[in-house]
Nanobody, 124 residues
């Protein structure tokens, strides 16, 4: 069973950068599609970015396009979310997720494995 553990969250000023990491256990990492979602207080969990198993298909939410970059390192069983030009509205708990199908998606349903989340706070 694959398990996901996020890290890298914290407090940053608007305009700053953070890189989130999500380490996976298990030997099936390279076959997984990986996604990042976020949930702000009082709001639904929303899609941020996703990548299919090969890295050949990548999706971004409009709100983060051009500022965030998703990447993966199969040798380290890790997926990253590089976040630049952060805004106060990016404040949320960020979750990584994995889909066994290997197909990237912008909705939650295909992702059956979730991390515990890491808090990102962006001050104005």
């Amino acid at each position: 069973q694959v398990q996901l553990v996020e890290s890298g969250g914290g407090l940053v000023q608007a305009g700053g950068s953070l890189t989130l990491s999500c380490a996976a256990s298990g030997r099936t990492f390279r076959s997984l599609a990986l996604g990042w979602f976020r949930q702000a207080p009082g709001k639904e969990r929303e899609f941020v970015a996703a990548m299919n198993w090969s890295g050949g298909t990548i999706y971004y939410a409009d709100a983060v396009k051009g500022r965030f970059t998703i990447s993966r390192d199969n040798a380290k069983n890790t997926v990253y979310l590089q976040m630049n030009t952060l805004k106060p509205e990016d404040t949320a708990v960020y979750f990584c997720a994995a889909a066994l199908s290997g197909t990237a998606s912008t909705i939650r349903d295909p992702y059956s494995i979730w991390g515990q989340g890491t808090q990102v706070n962006v001050s104005s």
